[in-house]
């Protein structure tokens, strides 16, 4: 359950940055700015509406519960640090890599435009 809400909102967030690039045309950064800033509400939605479908079982006093209370404090603990890394590992590695893409990218138009000149 933990590693789909997670790797769903990543490529969500990645799905969007993606399309300020292709579609919008958006350099780089404003592209990754552009889509944390429409994909940050859906993202915490998600994490805060199982989070708070977990308190109950993580904040429970029965002894017959365990393990469920362990199994409920440790997807808390992951969703909550895993959507911190979606939010900010997430688009500082996408910049990484495809910052070196875009250079080379723009440095092939710029020799195009002295060789037709």
């Not at 909102?9 to 799905?15: K, Q, W």
């Not at 079982?57 to 911190?84: D, E, N, R």
């Not at 996408?94 to 710029?110: M, P, V």
């Amino acid at each position: 359950m933990l590693i789909g809400i997670v790797t769903t909102n990543a490529i969500v967030l990645v799905d969007r940055i993606s399309q300020n690039i292709e579609q919008k045309r958006l350099p780089l950064r404003q592209a990754i700015i552009e889509g944390g800033k429409t994909r940050l509400r859906p993202i915490l939605m998600t994490a805060f509406a199982t989070i708070a479908a977990l308190l109950p079982l993580a904040l429970t006093t029965s002894s017959g519960t365990l393990i469920s209370k362990g199994l409920a404090i440790t997807v808390i603990g992951g969703l909550t640090s895993s959507t911190l890394l979606t939010l900010v590992f997430i688009p500082v590695v996408y910049e990484l890599f495809f910052s070196k893409r875009t250079k080379k990218h723009s440095k092939s138009e710029e020799t195009a435009k002295v060789v037709n000149n």
